[in-house]
């Protein structure tokens, strides 16, 4: 019969590699909880039109890469792309601004996108990220912004390049599209069909094309930069100032527009010299109309998440401790009911304890305790048992020593 494989996109995660996703979701609890996030866990399925309306009908995400099917009473469903949409939806439909104070969550889970596999691109990915509700001062932008970065820091990946844009705002934007609109009419053929298309509709996913021509073509461009309206224009301001005083180096993008169409001022991104073509470590930004969008009160936000994947490529370095378990041997079959009684023991006192329960002779639970990397090897036959002790073996010195069993735990204490 054929083997079954994994499906395309798609990767299993087992030790040693395991103990770096365990390290970064420890590190991602720790460190956002001392901004006050708090986790959030959403469906890995939604309503389909909660990401063509949030995300945008538009773009990529939507168009090309959701992973859209029927249930079997004909809902439309998609397993998330993303999870800022959900997140939103999850606060208005749980009622969490009236009840919940601050509105900081982080969150750290499986997305899923029609992408092209390659290294650092996969169809089931995670993405680890923070989302915060009800704050539209430029001073949280930034601080998002250091979080993001600062993280990596601790994480030990500090080269990475931080780049940051204004996308404006649904004053000054529409403007802008208009004179955008012009210059890609301008264009002509040199665009490609499919950005010719956009023209009428976003404009801005141009910038997103992956053709040479369409590239050149964008860099011709007006940007937004030149066409904030005064509050947009001063909120940028801010969060450059509040970045230059937590000391963040960053560099100006004009034409950083990112792939969701919910992003309102505020726009940035994190990419590693390291990843090659896929760079983005993490992305985000303000979206202060994705509230609304979705049904709930006006209501600022700002965020970003981060491809779990490419971080854990940048932890290459990290050996996580390995487990340094106790092996609890039985001389005979007979004195098993008292080696899994000694393992129970053990584990309440937090060891790793394993026992082989296939009744083989002792020469074979030493190889097996080898095999496990076992730390301590505890035998117990007739002579241990009738004395009420154990003879501890120390796998690596191979010095062995017979202790009393109401002492065992202080002796472990002093060795282990
Ligand atoms: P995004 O830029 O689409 O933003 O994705 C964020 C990050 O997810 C990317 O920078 C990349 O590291 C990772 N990523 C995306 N697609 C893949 C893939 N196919 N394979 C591996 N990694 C991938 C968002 O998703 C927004 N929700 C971010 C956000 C949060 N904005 C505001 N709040």
């Known amino acids: 019969m054929n083997e079954i494989k994994a499906p395309k996109g798609t990767h299993d995660v087992f030790p040693p590699e395991i103990g770096k996703w365990q390290h970064l979701e420890n590190a991602i609890r720790s460190y956002y909880g001392r901004f006050l996030y708090q986790e959030i866990r959403t469906p890995l399925f939604e309503h389909s039109e909660l990401f063509s309306r949030g995300i945008g009908g538009e773009t990529e995400v939507v168009q090309k890469e959701m992973y859209t099917f029927s249930d079997k009473s004909d809902r439309s469903l998609t397993l998330r792309p993303e999870n800022t949409a959900a997140v939103v939806r999850a606060v208005i439909e749980n009622n969490l601004i009236e009840t919940m104070a601050p509105l900081r969550f982080y969150y750290f889970g499986p997305m899923f996108r029609y992408d092209k596999p390659q290294k650092g691109r996969y169809r089931q990915f995670h993405q680890y990220g923070i989302e915060v509700l009800g704050d539209d001062s430029p001073q949280v932008d930034a601080e998002v912004i250091f ?28 403007a802008y599209l208009e004179v955008l609109r012009q210059a890609a009419r301008a264009e002509g053929e040199r665009l490609c069909a499919d950005c010719r298309r956009k023209i009428d509709g976003n404009p801005l996913r141009i910038f997103d094309c992956k053709q040479h021509a369409c590239g050149e073509a964008a860099r011709r461009f007006p940007v937004i930069g030149d066409h904030l309206c005064a509050e947009c224009g001063e909120h940028f301001a801010a969060v450059r100032a509040t970045l230059s005083w937590m000391n963040v180096p960053f560099e100006l993008n004009p034409r950083l527009v990112r792939g969701l169409d919910y992003y309102t001022k505020t726009a940035f991104e ?12 993490l992305g985000g930004g303000r979206y202060n109309s994705l509230v609304r969008e979705l049904g709930g009160p006006d209501l600022a936000g700002i965020g970003f998440a981060a491809g779990m994947e490419r971080i854990i490529l940048h932890l290459e370095h990290l050996e996580p401790p390995a487990p340094r378990p106790l092996f609890v041997a039985y001389g005979e079959s007979q004195w098993l009911a008292h080696a899994v ?4 023991v053990l584990r309440k006192e937090g060891y790793p304890v394993y026992v082989d329960y296939q009744g083989r002779n002792l020469k074979k639970q030493f190889k097996k305790a080898d095999r496990i990397a076992a730390a301590f090897t505890l035998v117990l036959a007739a002579d241990e048992v009738e004395s009420g002790s154990v003879s501890v073996k120390n796998m690596a010195s191979q010095q062995q020593s017979k202790i009393h069993l109401k002492d065992l735990n202080e002796w472990l204490k002093k060795n282990y």
């Not at 970065?149 to 934007?173: H, T």
């Not at 994190?270 to 470590?281: F, K, M, Y």
């Open 147 to 174: 979080a993001a970065v600062d993280f990596l820091r601790e994480l030990g990946i500090a080269q990475v390049q931080l780049e940051l844009n204004s996308v404006g705002c649904p004053s000054c934007r529409p």
């Open 270 to 281: 994190v990419t590693s010299g390291q990843l090659g073509a896929q760079n983005a470590l």
């Open 341 to 344: 009684q000694l393992a129970q």
